[in-house]
């Protein structure tokens, strides 16, 4: 490689493991399977088999385990709501919260610096989750998406007092090892850096996903790693393009974001 371009930026790498999760919103209802959202049939290319699908909800549930973080705190940050009532006037925010990006410019919470909201992009980049069956994938080539056991539980509603199935319907499940990579657009302050490193902490908390009362989304956090990566780019003599990452971890920075939030007012 001669020639090439690169850009170097940092991002945090979660790997995580769930016994059981349906992510998306809510069950599916009418026999649809929206919980996975279906990508694409890669059989027959002799690198991976089977379909894959996008992990849907990782975005939110970092949001809302800022949201718990905040509140637990007493910090006023953006709900993810940016309604305030509904149509009959009756308030729709809960205490210690102030509508999506109603923060902006003047006093901007912590939460919208770094999540932004339509008024203002967000400074993290949520990379996609992509999973494969890893029963689909035995032996094949390691690639970008992540092997995992998905399979569909099928359930039936019954007839009050009946043995009548009214409704059977299916719900996608996912089990396995899992990676998660969040992309630093800007420079985090030490302070942003650390609530986002304690709502990520805090998410298994919540549990991801629908079921959670049921069993469903427990994560087991494994590691969390900051890292400065520079990505390069170029083609070899064949016009063949070559990417490359080259990776430094931030222990030292990492841990100097934890102490920093919250700021404890005195
Ligand atoms: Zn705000």
């Known amino acids: 490689m001669t020639e090439k371009v690169s850009r170097k930026f940092k991002r945090i790498v979660i790997s995580a493991q769930t016994p059981i999760s349906k992510t998306g919103n809510g069950p599916a209802v009418g026999g649809k399977v929206n919980n996975l959202l279906l990508l694409g049939n890669n059989s027959g290319n002799g690198k991976e088999n089977g379909k894959r699908y996008l992990v849907k909800g990782i975005r939110g549930w970092i949001n809302h385990a800022m949201m718990a973080l905040a509140r637990k705190e007493g910090v006023e940050?953006?709900?993810?709501?940016?309604?305030?009532?509904?149509?009959?006037?009756?308030?729709?925010?809960?205490?210690?919260?102030?509508?999506?990006?109603?923060?902006?410019?003047?006093?901007?919470?912590?939460?919208h610096r770094l999540m932004g909201s339509i008024t203002k992009q967000s400074k993290l980049k949520f990379e996609p989750v992509i999973i494969v069956s890893e029963a689909n994938n035995k032996g094949k080539k390691e690639t970008d998406t992540l092997a995992m056991h998905i399979a569909t539980e099928r359930r039936n509603v019954l007839g009050h007092k009946t043995k009548f199935g009214i409704q059977d319907f299916g719900e996608r499940y996912f089990s396995g090892e899992l990676t998660i990579k969040i992309e630093l657009l800007e420079e985090l302050t030490r302070e942003?850096?650390?609530?986002?490193?304690?709502?990520?902490?805090?998410?298994?908390?919540?549990?991801?996903?629908?079921?959670?009362?049921?069993?469903?989304?427990?994560v087991q956090l494994k590691q969390i790693t900051l890292q400065e990566v520079v990505r390069s780019r170029g083609f070899d003599k064949n016009g063949k393009v070559v990417e490359e990452e080259k990776t430094r971890n931030l222990w030292k920075e990492m841990k100097e974001g934890m102490k920093t939030w919250p700021i404890v007012n005195a």
């Open 192 to 218: 942003e850096l650390g609530f986002l490193l304690k709502a990520i902490l805090y998410a298994p908390e919540l549990g991801l996903g629908a079921s959670v009362n049921n069993g469903g989304g427990r």
């Open 77 to 111: 940050i953006c709900h993810t709501s940016d309604k305030t009532e509904t149509q009959k006037g009756e308030n729709l925010l809960p205490e210690g919260f102030h509508a999506n990006g109603k923060c902006y410019p003047e006093k901007e919470c912590i939460k």
